[in-house]
């Protein structure tokens, strides 16, 4: 799959969904970002794409804006407001626990990979907790590595200390809490006007927003650690009733280009973002500082992550999975990756 031909093709994607056509049923899917954002532009009117041709035309796929925070798209759409969503599991502190297995550093793998052994994780362990509960989750995925977003230049993770910094939750909140930073939970879509205004001094988040939330423009100093800091994971998902709507064929059709192969676009599309914004930063002046893993930085962070999936292992030992095998084999998957 060729993202750069997906982003090009993406005004033709909505064109083609836009068409009058034989649709029976139109699934309207919650978003939030930006509609520029790749997930809308071009995630979601692909998988749009996949499934109108898969049920040659009977479901067609509309993205509805907002309908209300992140956080809250796990709720309307288990109740119906909406057909589809997805969201950040960060938002939602206390219901989503096993979803951090991809959020733990020191992964050392992209979106793509580390989505795509998120999913089969999920599958064959995550799945029977039931943490989604009221939802049809179709797909899982993360963004590129988080990295270090700031105002102010850093030389040592040490400089964090006690700066207020954005934090979106899940593993983030871990680690800034070992880093000593005085945390500020918002939505991404906030960090932007606090950068603005001086309310943060910085953000944990993939470089894929100092293009699409237009941060070079107010944190203009890049920190890049080998692997990131950590990966953020979102779920893509359905509200049952509407499948159960669905003919026997159409669901089937439905849920055939959902799954892994929409898992993969979704980080693949993350990962080549991080990479476009990179290359605009650099262009535009933005001061980028890439660390090696050999320097003292990196070490310092690695003794921040140190024994995280320990801590990790024990929240999650209530869930009855076999949450140990879980993560070594999604970071086996993720790190082999496409072998």
Known sequence: MNVKKLLTAAASI????????????????????????????????????WIEEATEGRV???IDYDLGHPKDLFTLVEDGVADAGWSFHGYVPGRFRLTQIVEQPLLGAGAEAASVAYWRVYEKYLKPADEHIGLEVVGLFTHAPGQIQ??????????????????????????????????????????????QQGVIDG??????????????EVADNLTLLPGGLYLGSFAIFVNPDFLADLSDEDRAAVLGVSGEKLSRLAGEVWDQCGHDALVESRASGVDIVEIAANEPMAEEFRKVAEGLDDVWLKEVADEGVDAKAALAELREIARSYPN
Request: proline share 9%.
């Open 14 to 49: 909505a064109a083609f969904s836009a068409l009058p056509a034989l649709a029976q049923t139109e699934m309207h899917v919650a978003s939030w970002l930006p509609p520029t954002h790749p997930h809308n532009a071009v995630v979601l009117p692909t998988w749009g794409k």
């Open 60 to 62: 067609t796929l509309k």
């Open 150 to 195: 700031m105002a102010e230049p850093i030389k040592s993770l040490a400089e964090l200390e006690g700066k207020k910094i954005r934090l979106g939750g899940g593993i983030q909140s871990v680690l800034g809490e070992r880093m000593h930073v005085t945390p500020v939970n918002a939505p991404a879509t906030k960090v932007y006007e606090m950068m």
């Open 203 to 216: 953000a944990f988040m993939p470089v894929c927003e100092q293009k699409v939330l237009r941060l070079s």
